[in-house]
């Protein structure tokens, strides 16, 4: 069965001969020329995606002042940063928001402002030691007088994600948008057909220690994500019919762009970060080739009630959702995406692009995803 | 003149046939845009309201009285379209159309005409690129 290896498409790759196509632009081919063909056919096959994605921030390393401070409370622009590290490292994370503008503005808004090369004001504290005597700093930093400054993301990509919908009298403000009451509309976010870990549903070429695109950087799977649960309900080809895997991604922050990384507000529930992410997929086989060959009416996912009052419960098809609405309890309900297919299309397009010049090589994966059955453990409340 | 007017009943209010009373009394010709109404709740209306100004403007003060609250939008809905993600999330809130995103492009489409200028997709535009361009006249 086996086509090519990483190392012989990387071959291809540098020569400039690799035949790289979106994973749009495969499912057709798959459709057209079944996929043992398609697989001689095609190298690598592109995908993106471009959502909200919470679990994001980033460490930066800010420089030691004279005398040196050992940071132990930080503001970036009056956002807090988690500073119980190193002297002068700290933790932004996206979803923390601003001590004085609140949610108008987070941590998802400090790493854009720095992605686009603005000035932050920094404020620290300390408690003074010996060796690190200063009590208090305040300046600016920006992405040319930091040390490092690198995008670490717990959990990104969700393979697939429950759609939203309200059973309740009132509109409720959510992560998954504003949800009008009495079923009134339907939210969704994924890529779909375009979405890296659903053209890879059982993690064979995604792994630890993979090349990515990353907000416009290469940046690299460091580990599985967070809540990874690849033990959900699988439909015949391999994807989940709910939220399952997840990636742990890494990538040099000063050299990201806002074009592939925007904060985000989400009314009454707080800022996010809209992360953008290119995964390649190499064409080893026939079965790589047919399983970045299905589109949206082959991905099911599941409507759920975000008020909680309910265990309403419905599955559904993407190209159900993309239709503009789906029916339920017999009436037509509008649905709405969440995620910008069309920015997972140019970063999918960018990709295809990077790798056909020569400038974005494939990887072997270090270590493979977990891909056995597990449940996730849920939190026990011992106290009052 | 026409104007563009939101209209929040109270619980207590939502039985009153406001409607008729604005096109009977004040020779007024509405057009309801979009609805809201349930029995013992809240009610939202937004409505078309042409006619005389001065009739207009005896009418919104007979709303008032009757303990109905109401907004006239006067403004316009603009649109970052440069700064603008393309999500969608303005069209799951979008109660006229007038914001639509769909196949093949997947681009947020704006269609001015059909803007009931109600601005709920202002707070849910996670990117912030949709703005109330008004001046309103609250009641």
Known sequence: MPVKTIDEINQKISEGKAIVVTAEEMAEIVQENGPKKSARMVDVVTTGTFSPMCSSGAFINFGHSAPPIRMTRVWLNDVMAYAGIAAVDAYIGATELSESRGM?????????????????????????????????????????????????????CYQNYPAGTNSTDKTIYTYMGTLLPRFGNVTYCTSGQLS????????????????????????????????????????????????????ALIGDMKKMSSQYIRAAVYEKYGTTLFVGVGIPIPILDEDMAEKTGITDKDIYTTIVDKSGQTTFSQRVSYQELRSGSVTIQGRKVPTAPLSSMKKAREIAQELKQQIQAGEFLLTNPVEYLPNHQKRLNKLDIRGD | ????????????????????VLVRKYELEVNILHADVHLNKTGKLIVDLSGEKNKLDEALQFIEQQGINYHVFNGTLTWEEDKCVHCGACTSVCPSGALTISAPEYSLAFDNEKCLVCGLCIKACPVRVLHLDQREIEG
């Open chain 1, 104 to 156: 108008a503005y987070g941590g998802a808004h400090v790493i854009q402002d720095f992605i686009d090369g603005k000035d932050i004001q920094l404020y620290a504290e300390s408690y003074g030691t010996d060796c690190y005597p200063r009590k208090s700093i305040t300046t600016t930093i920006n992405k040319n007088n930091v040390n490092q400054a690198y995008m670490f993301n717990p959990r990104n």
């Open chain 1, 196 to 247: 890296p870990l659903l053209n890879d549903p059982q993690y064979r070429t995604i792994g630890i220690g993979t090349r990515v695109f990353l907000g416009g950087a290469q940046g690299y799977i460091a580990f599985e994500g967070t809540q990874h649960d690849p033990g959900q309900e699988r439909m015949p080809n391999g994807t989940p019919v709910n939220l399952a895997g997840t990636l």
């Open chain 2, 1 to 20: 003149m026409t104007m563009k007017v939101s209209l929040t009943f109270p619980p207590s209010k939502v039985t009153f046939p406001l409607m008729t």
